[in-house]
């Protein structure tokens, strides 16, 4: 079975052409489970926004990176109370869609490849900040924010505490941290390359962050686990 890259990309784009999918988009996982992907919810519009996402988008300040846009349903908003959001996604395919949907400034590329751009708000929704891959991983995330932000700037992000999971599906908790999970696309029966996400509950986050040398704040949490996080390097 031949691997490519953007089978994530093929189905945003399939939707955003027809306005539904002939096949599901799949995902599968290290934990056992095959889901398939709403891919509508990347397309929601403003009054579909969960409260932690409004919460977020409210605290956005200044010059705001959209980290991982998908197909720019922040940037739009943000763009419509005239902030100067520019929107960050690695997927050809959903730049391709942001552009064709009204987002201004797109720039295609990995977030560890950004160099040389300042930013008051650095943004990472819908678990955004899982492109950290690992503990260790996001470590090295929060150095190289470091580097993209402004004297003012801030890193908004949510995730979530996922240790349910091994419980639900009656798994061995592994030998590294539990967060860190596998996953691959599979779009009319091609499967994208593996790739890992993390989930970073609060008390790793907390301390993580203390290391590094950051101010947290966890700002919102719901019945899910999930939460909302502000942080700032300490002056």
Known sequence: MTNYKDVYGDALLEYHQTGAL???LLLHSTYGDIEEMPVEVFFREDEDF???????LSLCDGTVL???????????????????????????????????RGVKDIIQGDFFHLNDQQYDTLLFLMN???LAKTLEGFRHLLAHAKTLLTDKGQLLFDSSNISYLYDEYKIQRPDYYFGEIGFQYEFNGIKGEPFNWLYL?????????????????????DE?????????PRK
């Open 22 to 24: 002939k096949e599901p």
């Open 50 to 56: 969960p409260e932690l996402e409004f919460i977020a």
């Open 66 to 100: 959209d980290v991982g846009a998908g197909v720019g349903s922040h940037a739009l908003y943000l763009q419509e109370k005239e902030f100067a959001v520019t929107a960050l996604e690695i997927s050809p395919s959903a730049c391709t869609i942001m552009k064709e």
């Open 128 to 130: 955004g900040i899982g």
């Open 201 to 221: 509950d609060q008390d790793a986050l907390i301390k993580i962050a203390h290391e590094e040398n950051w101010v947290v704040q966890v700002l919102y949490e």
């Open 224 to 232: 899910n686990d999930q939460y909302l996080v502000r942080m700032e």
